[in-house]
C-alpha cells in the first residue's frame, strides 16, 4: 500500500520572489470567495505553491492566519492536484473570520474549476515524497 505524506517541505514552497511574480504575471488567476488561486505551467515551479496575503486585509497576525488556512487547506489537499502546475493561493478578505474547512471548500471548488484536479486513483507520486 503507498501511503501518501501530508507533510508540506520547504522544497514544494514557492520563497523567490521572482518566482511569485512569475506565476502572478503570466499565470491564470481563479477567484473564489476566500481566496484567489493563480496557476502556470512552468517547470521552474511546476510542484510548488506559494502563499501570500496583501496588507490590506489587516495586521500581522490576521495575515498569518489567513495563511495559515490556506496552507492547512492545500496540505490536506496536495495528493489531489496535478504536480505539473505552480500553485499561487493569495487570501482574501473574510477567511480570517472562518474556519479552516471553508478554506478548503473553497480551494477545492477553485481547483476543480482549473482544471487542476486529478481523477480520484490516479494520483501521481509527487516529488519529494517517499
Same mark, same amino acid.
Given at each position: 500500500?503507498?501511503?501518501?505524506?501530508?507533510?508540506?517541505?520547504?522544497?514544494?514552497?514557492?520563497?523567490?520572489?521572482?518566482?511569485?511574480?512569475?506565476?502572478?504575471?503570466?499565470?491564470?488567476?481563479?477567484?473564489?470567495?476566500?481566496?484567489?488561486?493563480?496557476?502556470?505551467?512552468?517547470?521552474?515551479?511546476?510542484?510548488? $505553491?506559494?502563499?501570500?496575503?496583501?496588507?490590506?486585509?489587516?495586521?500581522?497576525? $490576521?495575515?498569518?492566519?489567513?495563511?495559515?488556512?490556506?496552507?492547512? &487547506?492545500?496540505?490536506?489537499?496536495?495528493?489531489?492536484?496535478?504536480?505539473?502546475?505552480?500553485?499561487?493561493?493569495?487570501?482574501?478578505?473574510?477567511?480570517?473570520?472562518?474556519?479552516?474547512?471553508?478554506?478548503?471548500?473553497?480551494?477545492?471548488?477553485?481547483?476543480?474549476?482549473?482544471?487542476?484536479?486529478?481523477?480520484?486513483?490516479? &494520483?501521481?507520486?509527487?516529488?519529494?515524497?517517499?
Amino acid at each position: 500500500m503507498n501511503k501518501q505524506r501530508y507533510t508540506l517541505s520547504r522544497a514544494q514552497i514557492i520563497k523567490r520572489r521572482s518566482d511569485f511574480q512569475n506565476v502572478y504575471h503570466k499565470g491564470t488567476a481563479f477567484p473564489g470567495r476566500y481566496m484567489i488561486l493563480y496557476i502556470l505551467r512552468d517547470a521552474r515551479v511546476a510542484g510548488k $505553491v506559494g502563499f501570500a496575503a496583501g496588507k490590506k486585509l489587516g495586521s500581522a497576525p $490576521v495575515r498569518s492566519r489567513i495563511k495559515r488556512l490556506m496552507r492547512e &487547506a492545500y496540505r490536506l489537499m496536495q495528493h489531489e492536484l496535478r504536480p505539473d502546475v505552480g500553485i499561487l493561493l493569495i487570501g482574501r478578505a473574510g477567511l480570517a473570520d472562518h474556519k479552516m474547512q471553508d478554506a478548503a471548500a473553497d480551494l477545492k471548488k477553485l481547483a476543480r474549476r482549473a482544471k487542476i484536479l486529478i481523477p480520484a486513483g490516479h &494520483a501521481p507520486r509527487r516529488e519529494g515524497h517517499s
